[in-house]
């Protein structure tokens, strides 16, 4: 059974008429002639009624119409799915730690603007969670600190950016113009949640450790630095954060650490052996946005 033929079937049966039905579809009467004939021998059955003067569907004609109008449709559904998928935009799964820090969307802008047609999800993961997705596929890149990547994820380091500190526009900090990291002794820290932010978490504290302390934490975790901003504000605690971050508002404020400086390491992330062009083109672009500011050479101004 062929699907030109249930298309005559079709045809015929909505036209009950030989000559008009082969003009319909475009052949010669003896040939959708020969068609049906074909068909009904496949089926066994006799679909049509002939006569000189009438064309009409038998019983088992009737029934056949139906499931052949069915066929085709799905058969048409089909070819129109692939056909969409065929010319669909590409997707790019992008991890971020947080919304709040600037170098993933000046990257993805880039990429955007060589690849048009891309649409780009952002997923807003902590890091630990993302080498998972890369893992497994369900991400296609990621963004954060590589130090505990595992085998299945590659990266590159892209940027080293300058650990401050966000505290209330009141707060003594923020008369200073950079903030000696032993002065975070005398103040309570707020660190993320430790399940999305572990490495940043180890990271402050192995800084504080450096110069002979450890941090007095806050009591309470927060999620990203956008629900952290209410906590520094009210001058309960202040946060440690790289200079990248971007959700200041007229009540905080960054203040660079010093004594020592640290910089805190930024790398891409992707699934090892991945291939993709768009995946590629993340990574072309960060590297070369990365050049392009400095992002691995940074200013003396926070020394």
């Known amino acids: 059974m062929e699907f030109r033929q249930l298309r005559y079937f079709v045809t015929l049966a909505e036209e009950l008429h030989f000559g008009r039905a ?22 066994g059955v006799l679909l049509l009624e002939r006569t000189t003067h009438h064309v009409r569907l038998t019983r088992a004609g009737s029934a056949f119409l139906v499931e052949a109008r069915q066929i085709l449709a799905h058969a048409s559904r089909a070819a129109i799915t692939a056909q969409r998928a065929a010319v ?18 000046q990257i993805l802008q880039q990429v955007q603007q060589r690849h048009p047609d891309l649409e780009i999800h952002q997923v807003e993961v902590g890091v630990p969670e993302q080498f998972k997705l890369l893992a497994d596929g369900r991400l296609d890149v990621g963004f954060g600190r590589a130090s505990l990547a595992p085998a299945e994820v590659d990266f590159e380091l892209v940027r080293l950016d300058p650990l401050g500190v966000l505290v209330a526009r009141e707060h003594r900090f923020a008369a200073l113009p950079r903030v000696p990291v032993p002065a975070l002794a005398t103040v309570p820290v707020l660190l993320g949640e430790e399940e999305r932010a572990p490495e940043f978490n180890h990271f402050v504290v192995e800084l504080c450790r450096s110069v002979g302390f450890l941090p007095t934490v806050h009591r309470g975790t927060v999620e990203s630095i956008r629900a952290a901003v209410d906590l520094v504000a009210q001058g309960r605690c202040v946060l440690c954060a790289p200079e990248s971050c971007v959700s200041t508002t007229h009540d905080i404020v960054w ?18 052996g991945e291939r993709s062009e768009y995946v590629r083109a993340v990574i072309v672009g960060a590297r070369a946005l ?8 940074p200013s003396d101004r926070t020394t």
């Open 22 to 43: 082969a003009a319909r579809e475009h052949i010669v009467q003896s040939a959708l002639s020969q068609q049906l004939a074909r068909l009904e021998r496949e089926l």
């Open 88 to 105: 669909s935009a590409p997707t790019l799964r992008v991890g971020i730690v947080d919304a709040g820090y600037d170098s993933m969307p």
């Open 255 to 272: 203040r660079p650490l010093t004594t020592p400086t640290s910089l805190y390491p930024w790398s891409v992330l992707w699934r090892a």
């Open 290 to 297: 990365s050049q392009d500011l400095g992002w691995l050479q």
